[in-house]
């Protein structure tokens, strides 16, 4: 294949196929990837393909009586760890890989190790959480000491740690906050342990509830992140202070949140609100 051909095969995805620019990009990638990596050839005019634009899009945000509604709607450990990812902002995977060292009561602070980009951050542990969080940790403490009892492989460990702390692994500080009822197999060691909570979890709950509370918005678990910053704004804190919470690397990521500063489009008051007011007003009544 030559730039035509190639130019062609692209044209085709983004035209005929309508895929996202996610899509394309990805499809260009692959073949960067066959010429440079597999083929061993570099070819210059692969560096002058276009790449689509990322689509600018406004975060799904429920409001705190809709957030209130979603919450209620779940039930038991579905329901804390709902909560747990609205009050802090946390991704839905770093609030499932809490170990139990990271949650400091005394501190009221949650550590979230290895976050996107590989970044460690502090979050606030809501005092509303609290209590919940001890019976969760007592509930985990539990299975800890069930699977100890019985000889089981300890927890997966991150980076070359298994090696260096060969013992950390079946410590109780290490354990997962949201420990699986169910064993699986590692794909990667192949060595039956206990994992986290499987993520689908709260995401088929997450659905589950909108549909019963009757949110006609599209929500998902990101969308409990999305509310997260959006009603700290709202609450006046500052732009720089949500990016840290929220461990977005550049300030830019978390001004899409500043939408709200503009609702109703910009800020700008509609014509025909501005001529319900005059109606409404007393001066218009007595002129009438």
């Given at each position: 294949?030559?730039?035509?051909?190639?130019?062609?095969?692209?044209?085709?995805l983004?035209?005929?196929?309508?895929?996202?620019?996610?899509?394309?990009?990805?499809?260009?990638?692959?073949?960067?990837?066959?010429?440079?990596?597999?083929?061993?050839?570099?070819?210059?005019?692969?560096?002058?393909?276009?790449?689509?634009?990322?689509?600018?899009?406004?975060?799904?945000?429920?409001?705190?009586?809709?957030?209130?509604?979603?919450?209620?709607?779940?039930?038991?450990?579905?329901?804390?760890?709902?909560?747990?990812?609205?009050g802090?902002?946390?991704?839905?995977?770093?609030?499932?890989?809490?170990?139990v060292?990271?949650?400091?009561?005394?501190?009221?602070?949650?550590?979230?190790?290895?976050?996107?980009?590989?970044?460690?951050?502090?979050?606030?542990?809501?005092?509303?959480l609290?209590?919940?969080?001890?019976?969760?940790?007592?509930h985990?403490?539990?299975?800890?000491?069930?699977?100890?009892?019985?000889g089981?492989?300890?927890?997966?460990?991150?980076?070359?740690?298994?090696?260096?702390?060969?013992?950390?692994?079946v410590?109780?500080?290490?354990f997962?906050?949201?420990?699986?009822?169910?064993?699986?197999?590692?794909?990667?060691?192949?060595?039956e342990?206990?994992?986290?909570?499987?993520?689908?979890?709260l995401?088929?709950?997450?659905?589950?509830?909108?549909?019963?509370?009757?949110?006609?918005?599209?929500?998902?678990?990101?969308?409990?992140?999305h509310?997260?910053?959006?009603?700290?704004?709202?609450?006046?804190?500052?732009?720089r202070?949500?990016?840290?919470?929220?461990?977005?690397?550049?300030?830019?990521?978390?001004?899409?949140?500043?939408?709200?500063?503009?609702?109703?489009?910009?800020g700008?008051?509609?014509?025909?609100?501005?001529?319900?007011?005059?109606?409404?007003?007393?001066?218009?009544?007595?002129?009438s």
């Amino acid at each position: 294949m030559g730039a035509p051909e190639v130019t062609a095969f692209l044209s085709w995805l983004a035209a005929e196929r309508e895929v996202a620019p996610s899509t394309h990009k990805q499809a260009l990638s692959a073949i960067l990837f066959l010429y440079r990596e597999v083929l061993e050839t570099n070819l210059p005019w692969m560096d002058d393909m276009l790449r689509p634009k990322a689509r600018q899009r406004v975060p799904v945000v429920l409001s705190e009586a809709e957030v209130a509604r979603l919450l209620a709607a779940l039930e038991g450990t579905m329901a804390v760890l709902g909560r747990l990812i609205y009050g802090t902002g946390l991704r839905l995977m770093e609030a499932l890989r809490l170990r139990v060292k990271d949650v400091d009561f005394d501190r009221r602070e949650i550590v979230v190790r290895e976050g996107k980009g590989g970044k460690d951050r502090r979050v606030m542990l809501p005092v509303a959480l609290a209590e919940p969080l001890r019976l969760q940790i007592a509930h985990a403490r539990a299975v800890w000491e069930h699977d100890h009892v019985a000889g089981r492989p300890g927890v997966e460990m991150p980076d070359a740690l298994a090696r260096k702390w060969p013992q950390a692994a079946v410590s109780w500080p290490w354990f997962w906050v949201w420990p699986s009822p169910e064993l699986s197999v590692d794909p990667r060691s192949r060595i039956e342990r206990r994992h986290h909570l499987y993520e689908q979890r709260l995401q088929r709950a997450i659905r589950d509830a909108t549909f019963l509370t009757g949110i006609r918005k599209p929500v998902t678990v990101h969308t409990l992140r999305h509310s997260f910053a959006t009603h700290l704004l709202e609450a006046g804190y500052d732009i720089r202070t949500i990016q840290e919470l929220l461990g977005h690397s550049d300030v830019a990521t978390t001004m899409i949140y500043t939408h709200v500063l503009n609702k109703g489009g910009r800020g700008v008051v509609s014509p025909i609100d501005r001529m319900a007011l005059t109606e409404c007003s007393p001066s218009a009544t007595v002129a009438s």
